[in-house]
């Protein structure tokens, strides 16, 4: 084997380690995604509670009849992915 043969395999390998790495990476990633629906709180104290959402476009704020509600009239969100 050259020494350009010999670098070459080395660049190869380091980069499958990565690639391996990496997916990984998002495959513990998604596993540790709750489902929405799911609520959570940031800290244990004091924390607003959260929720996970969908992906995609959802409606948000109080529906009519409710507008006494803190919240304002309905209007759509759409997280960025």
């Given at each position: 084997?050259?020494?350009?043969?010999?670098?070459?395999?080395?660049?190869?390998?380091?980069?499958?380690?990565?690639?391996?790495?990496v997916?990984?990476?998002?495959?513990?990633?998604?596993?540790?995604?709750?489902?929405p629906?799911?609520?959570?709180?940031?800290?244990?104290?004091?924390?607003p509670?959260?929720?996970?959402v969908?992906q995609?476009?959802?409606?948000?704020?109080?529906?009519a009849?409710?507008?006494?509600?803190e919240?304002?009239?309905?209007?759509?969100?759409?997280?960025?992915?």
């Amino acid at each position: 084997m050259t020494e350009r043969e010999f670098h070459m395999k080395k660049i190869l390998t380091q980069y499958g380690v990565c690639a391996l790495a990496v997916a990984l990476m998002v495959t513990l990633a998604q596993a540790q995604t709750p489902a929405p629906g799911t609520s959570f709180r940031d800290c244990s104290n004091g924390c607003p509670e959260m929720m996970v959402v969908q992906q995609g476009r959802f409606t948000m704020g109080a529906p009519a009849g409710e507008e006494a509600r803190e919240e304002s009239t309905q209007w759509y969100v759409t997280p960025p992915k």
